[in-house]
T-cell receptor, first 115, second 117 residues
Framework: DTGVSQNPRHKITKRGQNVTFRCDPISEHNRLYWYRQTLGQGPEFLTYFQNEAQLEKSRLLSDRFSAERPKGSFSTLEIQRTEQGDSAMYLC?????????????FGPGTRLTVL | AQTVTQSQPEMSVQEAETVTLSCTYDTSESNYYLFWYKQPPSRQMILVIRQEAYKQQNATENRFSVNFQKAAKSFSLKISDSQLGDTAMYFCAFMKRSGGGADGLTFGKGTHLIIQP
């Protein structure tokens, strides 16, 4: 399967714990995006990488959220000191900057439940 | 900032019928892309169709077509000969052409489309 993969698919944690999610983009894609989707809403853009550079992070929801993409391959999204309001689906997408319209290919998401 | 509005939370049609999903958007940008994405139940989001704002011709992909009205900032999706597999959430999305993709996609709240047998 050469699509975007995300792990874990589900994460249940207690309030105050830290969690980390992983995204593996399509191998030749240099752009990587993170989104959050809450129930009944469309995805909300969080951050963007071009290769290993994080070019947009002002939309991260708070300073508890951080993302990395070492070596421009996989990416991780970390949430520190989780709160119940962080419960959501976290989606990763990748694209190739040379592709017209920058079509983004989405992964299956990681569903986070904070108890 | 851009906003995308989908005013139909849910729609239901019979198999083989034609259905139109509505989307309006607000932006001060002149160059941008518009997308319709489909999110089937418990499955990942996939692109249905894409429209470049600088193109006057409406995009079509097999049974899917759009009605793009730039002046009205309207971007509706028409699904012809609807099939059971079309049942899904449909999201309208916007992306600026400038900025190199750094703004990501702006999505509407979605329309839940149900195709009845």
């Amino acid at each position: 399967d050469t699509g975007v993969s995300q792990n874990p698919r589900h994460k249940i944690t207690k309030r105050g714990q830290n969690v980390t999610f992983r995204c593996d983009p399509i191998s030749e894609h240099n752009r990587l995006y993170w989104y959050r989707q809450t129930l009944g809403q469309g995805p909300e853009f969080l951050t963007y990488f071009q290769n290993e550079a994080q070019l947009e992070k002002s939309r991260l929801l708070s300073d508890r959220f951080s993302a990395e993409r070492p070596k421009g391959s996989f990416s991780t999204l970390e949430i520190q000191r989780t709160e119940q309001g962080d419960s959501a689906m976290y989606l990763c997408a990748s694209s190739l900057s040379l592709a017209e319209g920058d079509e983004q290919f989405f992964g299956p998401g990681t569903r986070l439940t904070v108890l | 900032a851009q906003t995308v509005t989908q005013s139909q939370p849910e729609m239901s049609v019979q198999e083989a019928e034609t259905v139109t999903l509505s989307c309006t958007y607000d932006t001060s940008e002149s160059n941008y892309y518009l997308f319709w994405y489909k999110q089937p139940p418990s499955r990942q989001m996939i692109l249905v169709i894409r429209q470049e704002a600088y193109k006057q011709q409406n995009a079509t992909e097999n049974r899917f077509s759009v009605n793009f009205q730039k002046a009205a900032k309207s971007f509706s999706l028409k699904i012809s000969d609807s099939q059971l597999g079309d049942t899904a959430m449909y999201f309208c999305a916007f992306m600026k052409r400038s900025g190199g993709g750094a703004d990501g996609l702006t999505f509407g709240k979605g329309t839940h489309l149900i195709i009845q047998p």
